[in-house]
Structure formats: structure tokens, C-alpha cells
């Protein structure tokens, strides 16, 4: 277990995921991530939105897909993403919004049934935390979707980001061994 729990800390460091601009994506898929009130997006979410605003204005991405069903604040997480995105000059006709999700494997179903089973999205980038992208870039290749990973540019404490790597860890563990 313990060997296990270092070779899942050492895989969130990986980046051989990175989406790197070559050939335009189709949607830009940000995680949900938590939000601080009616209109602020929690600090790893608004890094996550940043992040895709940025592959949008760029040109690499066409769409930007929020997901995110935890409702605070009288309203659904993905939606308070939508409203941060079109504050900073995202259009709306370029942002979706997804609200029945709660967790990343809920979130790779929706990109899988939805924006490509429905939508017919074929180039997908999932756009999160460094520590986060290898587990979901996992549930993405074991469930089939074609996708490549772009980290978030935002920077947390040392020890935040310490214990974030090692819950990640654990859920890689958990994500293989049971699924979950």
C-alpha cells in the first residue's frame, strides 16, 4: 500500500497529458471545483476557468463546457464558472453549462454521453489541476474518450498542494482498484 501511495503521488506530477495547441480542440472541459459565493469561483476553479478562457481567446479551443451540479448559493457551481467566463469576455454562445454532475467520473461520463456521444465533439480538452489531470485523463482512457489535459495556472501553498497530491493519490488507488 505504501509503495502504491508513492507511485500515485509521483504520477500526479506527470505532464505527458499537456494539451499543447497544436491542432484546434473542439471544447475545453473544466472540472468543477467549488465556489466561495453567488459569483466567486473558489481559487483552483477560477485557476481552471482562467485557463480555459485563455485556451478560448487563443483560438485553440471553439467551446468551453462548465461542469458542475453542487448547488450553493441558490445556484449550480457550473453556472457561477459561466458567469465568471462571460465576465472576462468569453461569449456566451461559446460556454457550456452542464448542473447534474457531483464528482470527476460523473464529469468524464457527461464529456463521453453528451459532448461527443450527443454533440459530436471529437477533440477534447479537460482542463484542471496538474495533480488532478492524471486520474481524470485515466477514467477518460478507461472509459474510452479521446482526450488531452491542460493544467490550471493556479498556484496554491506548498502544504495545500502536498496534501492535495497525496488525496489524489489515494483516490488514483481507490479509482483503480475499486472504481471508484
Not at 73 to 80: D, L, P, V
Not at 161 to 172: C, N, Q, T, V
Request: one cysteine or more; proline letters at 3%.
Amino acid at each position: 500500500p505504501a509503495l502504491a501511495m508513492i507511485a500515485g503521488f509521483l504520477n500526479t506530477f506527470s505532464h505527458n497529458h499537456e494539451f499543447r495547441g497544436r491542432h484546434k480542440a473542439d471544447v475545453a472541459v473544466v472540472l468543477g471545483s467549488g465556489v466561495q459565493g453567488p459569483h466567486t469561483p473558489s481559487p483552483d476553479l477560477k485557476g481552471r476557468l482562467d485557463a480555459a478562457a485563455q485556451l478560448y481567446k487563443k483560438g485553440e479551443v471553439g467551446e468551453i463546457a462548465v461542469t458542475g451540479g453542487t448547488r450553493r448559493f441558490h445556484t449550480y457551481e457550473s453556472e457561477i464558472g459561466a458567469w465568471y467566463l462571460h465576465s472576462i469576455g468569453v461569449p456566451d454562445r461559446a460556454i457550456i453549462t452542464e448542473d447534474k454532475t457531483l464528482n470527476t467520473i460523473e464529469q468524464i461520463v457527461y464529456v463521453k454521453r453528451y459532448l461527443i456521444g450527443k454533440l459530436k465533439l471529437k477533440h477534447v480538452v479537460i482542463v484542471s489541476d496538474d495533480w488532478h489531470l492524471p486520474r481524470a485523463l485515466l477514467m477518460c482512457k478507461w472509459l474510452n474518450v479521446k482526450a488531452k489535459g491542460y493544467g490550471s495556472h493556479y498556484k496554491m501553498s506548498i502544504h495545500a498542494e502536498i496534501f492535495w497530491r497525496f488525496r489524489e493519490s489515494a483516490g488514483l488507488q481507490a479509482y483503480i482498484f475499486f472504481g471508484a
